[in-house]
Nanobody, 118 residues
Framework: QVQLAESGGGLVQAGGSLRLSCAASGTIFSRDAMGWYRQVPGKQRELVATIISDGRTNYADFVKGRFTISRVNANTVYLQMDSLKPEDTAVYYC?????????????WGQGTQVTVSS
């Protein structure tokens, strides 16, 4: 089992920056992929960025060049968000993706609200 806790959300003006943090506890290893997703009311949750064990990252097109995902150890992941736009307003969720014996286990945090004003 893995528990995820996000922090760092808030209200920011367009063009500003925020850094989200995700603290993982439980049985998690550096080989487990982690990432950030976001969701607005009435829409599906969408991928923002992921980072895998060898450090490779993947970003949604709408955040490329503005957001940076990083991982300092097995338990801590950050999302640096720069040049924020009003359309980035959403609840941001931390995710851990574990693969064990051919099974995929997905874990989610409670989410943190990011609001970007114009």
């Amino acid at each position: 089992q893995v528990q995820l806790a996000e922090s760092g959300g808030g209200l920011v003006q367009a063009g500003g920056s925020l850094r989200l943090s995700c603290a993982a506890s439980g049985t998690i290893f550096s080989r487990d992929a982690m990432g950030w997703y976001r969701q607005v009311p009435g829409k599906q949750r969408e991928l923002v960025a992921t980072i895998i064990s060898d450090g490779r990252t993947n970003y949604a097109d709408f955040v490329k060049g503005r957001f940076t995902i990083s991982r300092v150890n097995a338990n801590t992941v950050y999302l640096q968000m720069d040049s924020l736009k009003p359309e980035d307003t959403a609840v941001y969720y931390c995710n851990a993706d574990q693969r064990r014996w051919g099974q995929a286990y997905m874990y989610w945090g409670q989410g943190t609200q990011v609001t970007v004003s114009s």
